[in-house]
């Protein structure tokens, strides 16, 4: 099997530090004549195979995978980078592939022990120790172990209980090599600490959130009404501080305490309450918009829109709601307002209104009869007959059709849904249509559009198909199947009652063109030159997805080609173009000679025409496939060139 993929570049550090992040960067290029999806993996030493996010790469390109978040352990490494392309199935690799080894150099740095006592020399364990930006606690035996690249730290330790004084556990030092350094820390005092906080005129503030927070500590803590929050036992140590009150802007800062009675006076500044949306849409119990509602939030009043809506901005707060109209039931509620409300919906039940009144008008036998004008209360319907919110009470109803008897009566509505059934005499009658579509074979046809005078019906699975009501008549009736079968058309009379009929739809006739394709004088040359190898040369041909339907199969493939020789020098006694075909055949990218087009020296031109490809594809979705056109022999020293054409391209049915 020839080789696809070829990596050209891989890029690895060559050391580094234990626990260093990096990045392993592979370049891949595809050699192969078509389009590969790839993926790159590192064998590492230390944690076995990773592999990269997976590209496509058209032929002759090149793409670049990077493998990242990789962690450098205490030892050295070695890593093996491969390529894999998806053969449809599986990752397929190969030795060609592959690359490596590569090693990363672990750097050796200087070691750092730290140990931590107290001022009397006792060992102190569970020590926070700080070298620069390195951070470790101390063991049981009071150590603290740092490998770290050499140069100045700052080291400072914190333990609760303890100050870390200068000199004795706050100092800078400088690491060249290996080194131990003791420190020493003392028992701290504690103080009480004391936030009083006021606003911008002096007054004091209750109910303020203080949060106190440093070394050991993190409490929270609300003023009371002297605007006060106090607390006790707090080692010294600085400590960062906030206060929050809804309505004021919040106070932040860094508080030192170093003596017995700490006092922080904090000042907020009042702000704006923020101001929130509140839209409420009113519909009735149908979800048809309600115009003209009255909506009331806490003696704010708003009359909704033509779409049912109102729309408030108002602070922060709980509000009751009240909706109402003349005929509804009003509706009240509560709103917590703390954020944008944009989805509220209310619906208003009607008082003595009939939400919704259907009308069925049917001729004596029970068919309905679709296209009637029906008027009922001020309203107009046509098919569906549906009315909403008529007010209780008796009314005029009429009914009309063309070519039957107008009917007018009289019909009282007391409920909030309602049925009216009328019955229209003195036409022609109505009917219903049932059919059954089916080939030469006698099976039935699906998806065939079936169109009575109008009226539009879809066979199912099996051909069948039905209309429920039509007027008794006869009808023009066309079916359609494009592009597998020829249009149907005729006649039906529909009589009072159930009719039926059956149809028998054809193909189309054997070599009927189904789709067509001209290159439009494009043509492919094969350069000057040409010393080994064959030349190939892609032609993509788009079909369109109207061919490629359920069950339909082109049985027959015709490809016009003319090979020209433009002149050259060492002309060859005979060229031989192949004309394929790539395409998607059994869920897999296939290729099969057409045929061959044999030109001799001496001739003009060769022009060649075949049938071929029986049975040519199958399956949903295909809109396209590839005719590739290839010269050979393989060795050809001469200047020749040729002109290759796709004269016509054609797919009949059988």
Same mark, same amino acid.
Do not use: H
């Given at each position: 099997?020839?080789?696809?993929?070829?990596?050209?570049?891989?890029?690895?550090?060559?050391?580094?530090?234990?626990?260093?992040?990096?990045?392993?960067?592979?370049?891949?290029?595809?050699?192969?004549?078509?389009?590969?999806?790839?993926?790159? $993996?590192?064998?590492? #030493?230390?944690? $076995?195979?990773?592999?990269?996010?997976?590209?496509?790469?058209?032929?002759?390109? %090149? %793409?670049?995978? =990077?493998?990242?978040? /990789?962690?450098?352990?205490?030892?050295?490494?070695?890593?093996?980078?491969?390529?894999?392309?998806?053969? *449809?199935?599986n990752w397929v690799e190969g030795a060609a592939y592959a690359k490596g080894p590569y090693d990363i150099k672990l750097v050796t740095m200087p070691r750092l022990s730290i140990r931590t006592y107290d001022m009397e020399g006792g060992v102190v364990t569970g020590v926070k120790v700080d070298v620069g930006s390195y951070s470790k606690t101390s063991d049981s035996q009071g150590w603290a172990i740092f490998d770290i690249p050499a140069g100045t730290y700052k080291v400072f330790c914190t333990k609760t209980g303890y100050t870390c004084s200068p000199s004795y556990c706050d100092v800078t030092i400088t690491v060249t090599g290996d080194r131990t350094l003791y420190l020493y820390l003392s028992p701290s005092e504690t103080a009480t600490v004391t936030f009083r906080?006021?606003?911008?005129?002096?007054?004091?503030?209750?109910?303020?959130?203080?949060?106190?927070? *440093?070394?050991?500590?993190? #409490?929270?803590?609300?003023?009371?009404?002297?605007?006060r929050a106090v607390f006790y036992d707090i080692p010294?140590?600085?400590?960062?501080?906030?206060?929050?009150?809804?309505?004021?802007?919040?106070?932040?800062?860094?508080?030192?305490?170093?003596?017995?009675?700490? =006092? #922080?006076?904090?000042? /907020?500044?009042?702000?704006?309450?923020?101001?929130?949306?509140?839209?409420?849409?009113?519909?009735? &119990?149908?979800?048809?918009?309600?115009?003209?509602?009255?909506?009331?939030?806490?003696?704010?009043?708003?009359?909704?829109?033509?779409?049912?809506?109102?729309?408030? /901005? /108002?602070?922060?707060?709980?509000?009751?709601?009240?909706? %109402?109209?003349?005929g509804y039931s009003p509706v009240s509620f509560q709103v917590d307002l703390d954020q944008d409300l944009v989805d509220l919906f209310v619906t208003l039940a009607p008082e003595n209104v009939a939400g919704k009144v259907l009308v069925h008008v049917n001729d004596s036998a029970g068919h309905g009869i679709p296209g009637a004008i029906v008027s009922l209360a001020g309203q107009t319907a046509s098919d569906p007959y549906l009315f909403f919110n008529i007010p209780y009470g008796t009314y005029t109803i009429q009914v009309s059709k063309t070519g039957w008897a107008t009917y007018t009566g009289s019909v009282t509505i007391n409920q909030p849904e309602q049925i009216i059934n009328i019955v229209l005499t003195g036409g022609p009658g109505m009917g219903s249509l049932q059919g059954n579509?089916?080939?030469?074979? *006698?099976?039935?046809? &699906?998806?065939?559009?079936?169109?009575?005078?109008?009226?539009?019906?879809?066979?199912?699975?099996?051909?069948?198909f039905k209309y429920d009501s039509l007027e008794a008549k006869q009808y023009a009736i066309k079916c359609s199947r494009p592009p597998i079968y020829q249009d149907y058309q005729g006649t039906i009379t529909i009589a009072p009652g159930e009719n039926s009929v059956n149809i028998v739809m054809e193909a189309v006739a054997p070599g009927d063109t189904v789709w067509r394709h001209f290159s439009n004088e494009d043509f492919y040359r094969v350069p000057k030159n040409f010393l080994t190898g064959t030349a190939e040369f892609a032609c993509p041909i788009y079909l369109g997805t109207e061919l490629f339907e359920r069950s339909a199969k082109v049985d027959d493939v015709q490809v016009s080609v003319t090979v020209t020789p433009t002149g050259g020098i060492n002309t060859?006694?005979?060229?031989?173009?192949?004309? &394929?075909?790539?395409g998607f055949q059994g869920g897999k990218v296939e290729e099969h000679e057409i045929f061959r087009a044999i030109w001799q020296a001496g001739q003009d031109e060769a022009v060649a025409t075949v049938s071929a490809l029986k049975d040519f594809f199958y399956g949903l979705g295909l809109n396209m496939f590839t005719i590739k056109i290839a010269t050979l022999p393989m060795m050809w020293l001469g200047g020749v060139e040729f002109k290759i054409k796709i004269d016509e391209f054609v797919l009949a049915r059988f």
């Open positions: 099997m020839a080789d696809k993929l070829a990596i050209t570049q891989v890029v690895i550090p060559s050391e580094l530090n234990a626990g260093d992040s990096y990045n392993i960067s592979v370049t891949v290029e595809n050699i192969s004549t078509v389009t590969q999806t790839v993926r790159v $993996g590192a064998l590492i #030493q230390s944690i $076995g195979m990773v592999y990269s996010s997976q590209k496509s790469i058209s032929a002759g390109s %090149s %793409s670049t995978f =990077t493998i990242s978040g /990789l962690t450098m352990p205490n030892a050295d490494e070695r890593v093996y980078v491969q390529a894999f392309y998806w053969d *449809g199935a906080v006021y606003d911008n005129e002096g007054n004091t503030l209750s109910n303020v959130k203080v949060g106190f927070s *440093g070394v050991g500590v993190s #409490q929270t803590k609300y003023t009371g009404t002297d605007g010294y140590n600085p400590y960062n501080y906030t206060c929050l009150k809804t309505g004021y802007e919040s106070a932040t800062g860094t508080l030192y305490v170093n003596n017995p009675s700490v =006092t #922080q006076n904090v000042y /907020l500044t009042s702000v704006a309450p923020p101001q929130y949306k509140m839209k409420i849409g009113v519909l009735d &119990s149908y979800y048809q918009a309600i115009v003209n509602a009255t909506v009331v939030a806490d003696g704010n009043t708003k009359y909704s829109d033509s779409d049912g809506n109102v729309e408030f /901005l /108002l602070p922060e707060g709980v509000y009751t709601v009240t909706c %109402s109209k003349t579509i089916r080939d030469v074979a *006698g099976r039935g046809i &699906s998806d065939v559009q079936v169109a009575v005078n109008g009226f539009m019906a879809t066979t199912n699975a099996y051909g069948w060859p006694a005979e060229r031989r173009v192949i004309v &394929s075909y790539i």
